[in-house]
């Protein structure tokens, strides 16, 4: 059978409705389809053995992954987009045609799964995925596949980027390590990947990099810079490729100046650090212990100062929060010159521990379509809210905050300090982009019919003149907000929706 051909699929589904964290609509400014893809896909396609013909097919990028002619298809879920799953799985099987379903959703509803594919892979498929191939080969696919230990995850093969149409991205994905030592309730990660950090080689991670098709990279790690000496070491290899970066890191990332100093040099101009809750008796509930309220401003001073930019992470709805705690959050965002965040609603993933709780609690609504659970909409039953109420006070202190007038007054704050003054790589940017760019912001601030906006404008111009603010860093940052607030706008376009569905469901 090695010799045989055999045609392959592998899907990426769309998810419905997004939260405004994903960059979409910056991606769409940028003439872009989405701002990345998932890693998963072009990962297992660099180990499938040459006797497959492979397609990757992201739904985020093209419009339908249905239709097409296949000997086997292979699915990588969430729980937000697993009723696209579904229906995708369902029109191919209806084929005749054998699907394969992986990903963090499916490893914990395996049987749910098996009702639309042939076969659940639980966990990581690097160590038995040529195992699943062989058997489907032989005619023996079984319905469940799961590798008996943890992968080393030394080294991994470089993804098959090329299988994906990379101009219709912002940037890609890298992963040096998998795991993470802290359990917070509502995370997913220590589950799935274990508590026991694995991480790759150096020299691993910089050869995969040299063959990106972007120089935009995004580590996907729970926590890059958990282990300093390691961190340190991957930042002096990255300097010379000349790469633009962001990552996720825990609150100590901010405790060694010189630290900082190095991964800002390497490239790195965001990190998205979840400081979760203002409210220490929620940061207890979580188990979030490794993070201390009262240190949050000096966290975002220390790393601002070293000209990265802090994208902090809030979560709003745990059992000790209250309507207060919407507007303690609102002086905090103001009072630390953030003009970007991500606040989220608590949601409820299966794997986790809090999913566990509030299923031994009653608290799970069952019907409720999974594709609202995204981190906008409030998904299961709260303690001091109900959900429609909570899902106004969301949807009010987002507005607000990203009125122009607010944005403006913070983040200029944030400017004249002069710590985003020095130029960083701009990533994969062509001249012609930049000349696109160029007029875009144009149009968007300068002629806006917004005062605000263009007084905005006409302070970032100020900045760059007065040298305490890069082109480079001015175009990015005027970019982010716009593609943050297209988004907050339009999603008022699906509150109906959601409206209808708590109605269809009961829920007050």
Sequence with gaps: MANKKFKLILIRPKQKYKHYSTQFEMAKLMGKRTANSALALPLLAALTPANYDIKILDEEIIDS???????????????SNSERAYKIADHYRSKGIKVIIGGPYASYSPEEVLQHADTVVIGEAENIWKDILTDFENGKLQQQYQDKEKILFETSAVPRWDLIDTSNILSVNVQASRGCPFQCE??????????????????????????LPLKNVFFVDDNLTLHKPYALELFKALKPLQISW???SSVDVADDPEFLKEMSESGCKFVLIG??????????ETHKHQNNKEKYLEIIENIHKSGIHVYSSF?????????????????????????????SLLGST????????????????????????????????????????????????????????????RTIRLLEKGYFSKNKPAGSISFWQKFRTTFLLLRLYRFSK??????????IIRLIREK???????????LMIEGIVRHVEKADSYKNEFYEELERNGIG
Excluded: W
């Design 450 to 459: 917004d005062k605000e906006k263009r007084l905005f404008f006409k302070d």
């Design 468 to 478: 305490k603010l890069s082109v480079n860093e001015a175009a990015s940052m005027l």
């Design 315 to 343: 979560i709003l709805g745990f059992d000790n929060d209250t309507k207060e705690d919407f507007e303690i959050f609102k002086s905090f965002i103001d009072e630390a010159c953030l003009p970007a965040f991500m606040l």
């Design 350 to 409: 299966k794997g986790t521990e809090l999913h566990t709780r509030l299923e031994n609690e009653g608290r799970i609504y069952q019907n409720l379509s999974k594709n609202f659970n995204v981190g906008a909409y409030p998904v299961f039953k709260y303690a001091n809210f109900k959900n429609k109420e909570l899902f106004d006070l969301f949807n009010e202190t987002i507005k607000e905050l990203y009125q122009f007038k607010n944005i403006r007054a």
């Design 65 to 79: 992954a249905e239709g097409y002619n296949a000997d086997l298809v292979g699915i990588t879920m969430i729980t």
């Design 275 to 284: 400081f979760e809750s203002l409210n220490p008796k929620s940061l207890a």
């Design 186 to 211: 509502f995370c997913l990660t220590s589950q799935l990947f274990g508590r026991k950090v694995r991480r790759r080689k150096i020299g691993d991670i910089i050869n995969e990099i040299k063959q």
């Design 246 to 248: 962001m990552c996720q």
